[in-house]
């Protein structure tokens, strides 16, 4: 069956920076785009970042563009983000989901904190 | 940027009940490009339907969309239990943006 596990989260302090880890399993990987998004304690979704299928496009919304980069290792099956200069608004569950458009699996997600 | 706005922000209803949850965008949604989410506490979230009214695989036949343009619905004809949690709205014909959800909770 379709699985996405996250992996990465933890307490970092601002400024620093962190990498997420998406591993999935049960389909075949280089065929799909996938998608971060993020959820702030209480709060709603966030989409933070979108790969296509063979890597050739990534697109970010304003909020995160030139501290994230959406990457994807094939080999691994793997899907990376990494989070650069992270600041105390970017705490929040991460989570990544299978789709170009839209999430039609997900993962349970991974909890960054951004504190001093 | 397309907001959405899902009304009410909670639904308190009983097991049976009729559900419908309400998603208003500030701008007209391109090719009905709306989908829903269902999340519950400590689960990924569940596509439910995509294109507006298209039901994902596996999802039970209570659950429908419907809506264009502006306004979208998503109904759930006869609560079962297991559908208490919050749902979620997101649009994906300019880019991605979420609704801020709708709780239904057990009246």
């Known amino acids: 069956q379709v699985q996405l596990v996250e992996s990465g989260g933890g307490v970092v302090q601002p400024g620093r920076s962190l990498r997420l880890s998406c591993a999935a399993s049960?389909?075949?990987?280089?065929?799909?785009?996938f998608h971060w998004v993020r959820q702030a304690p209480g709060k709603g979704l966030e989409w933070v970042a979108v790969i296509s299928y063979d890597e050739s496009n990534k697109y970010y919304p304003d909020s995160v563009k030139g501290r994230f980069t959406i990457s994807r290792d094939t080999s691994k099956s793997t899907v990376y983000l990494q989070m650069n200069n992270l600041r105390t608004d970017d705490t929040a569950v991460y989570y990544c989901?299978?789709?170009?458009?839209?999430?039609?699996?997900w993962g349970q997600g991974t909890l960054v904190t951004v504190s001093s | 940027e397309i907001v959405l706005t899902q009304s009410p922000g909670t639904l308190s209803l009983s097991p049976g009940e009729r559900a419908t949850l309400s998603c208003r965008a500030s701008?007209?949604?391109?090719?009905?490009?709306l989908v829903w989410y269902q999340q519950k506490p400590g689960q990924a979230l569940r596509l439910l339907i995509y294109?507006?009214?298209s039901r994902a695989a596996g999802i039970p036949d209570r659950f429908s969309g419907s809506g264009s343009g502006t306004d979208f619905t998503l109904t759930i004809s006869r609560l079962e239990p297991e559908d208490f949690a919050v749902y979620y709205c997101?649009?994906?014909?300019?880019?991605?943006?979420f609704g801020q959800g709708t709780k239904v909770e057990i009246k």
């Open positions: 049960g389909f075949t990987f280089s065929n799909y785009a």
């Open positions: 997101q649009q994906y014909g300019s880019s991605r943006t």
């Open positions: 989901a299978r789709g170009l458009l839209f999430g039609d699996y």
């Open positions: 294109g507006a009214s």
């Open positions: 701008q007209s949604v391109s090719s009905s490009s």
